[in-house]
């Protein structure tokens, strides 16, 4: 399984709140990432904050199974993220990931089955190759990190131990 739609999206307030963060954050609060093997630049930027859990403690409410840790993660304008398998070392095989931005024309990612269709909310496995070649909009999205395989995160969802009752 590659990924899964979750029935969940984020609020207008938390949203904006979210990308103004994101926009107003200096270039070196991001963590440039660099391949693990090759030691090369992925063109993935994660930033990590204390302040997201204080701004999203609401969102993270929802859930039953807390994520270890979240970011806001930025693909800048006509950037390619290669084809690639998330290092162990981040303890993210699987992540939830809300889109930010662009509302409109937000690039997909790709795996090697095929294209993640845009939803407000979807479980991604990482530890299928993917890639996501960028457009000429900076592509923003909050991912909650998970040490918890796809199927397993999967389960949880349908059996409704994944979110609380809203």
Request: glycine share 2%; aromatic share 12%; hydrophobic share 35%.
């Amino acid at each position: 399984m590659d990924w899964f739609d979750i029935n969940l999206k984020l609020d207008d307030e938390l949203k904006s709140t979210l990308i103004a963060i994101a926009n107003v954050a200096e270039d070196n609060q991001y963590y440039d990432h660099y391949s693990t093997g090759k030691n090369r630049y992925t063109n993935l930027q994660f930033l990590f904050m204390d302040r997201l859990e204080d701004v999203c403690s609401e969102l993270l409410g929802q859930f039953k199974i807390r994520p270890h840790k979240l970011s806001i993660i930025r693909v800048n304008p006509n950037k390619t993220v290669d084809w690639h398998i998330d290092s162990p070392k981040f303890k993210r095989s699987t992540v939830i990931i809300f889109p930010l931005q662009p509302d409109e024309n937000y690039a997909a990612c790709e795996t090697e089955y095929g294209i993640i269709p845009y939803m407000k909310c979807y479980a991604f496995n990482t530890n299928i190759r993917h890639r996501v070649v960028n457009n000429e909009n900076a592509r923003l999205s909050l991912q909650l990190f998970f040490d918890i395989d796809i199927e397993v995160m999967h389960k949880n969802y349908i059996n409704d131990n994944l979110l609380k009752e809203i």
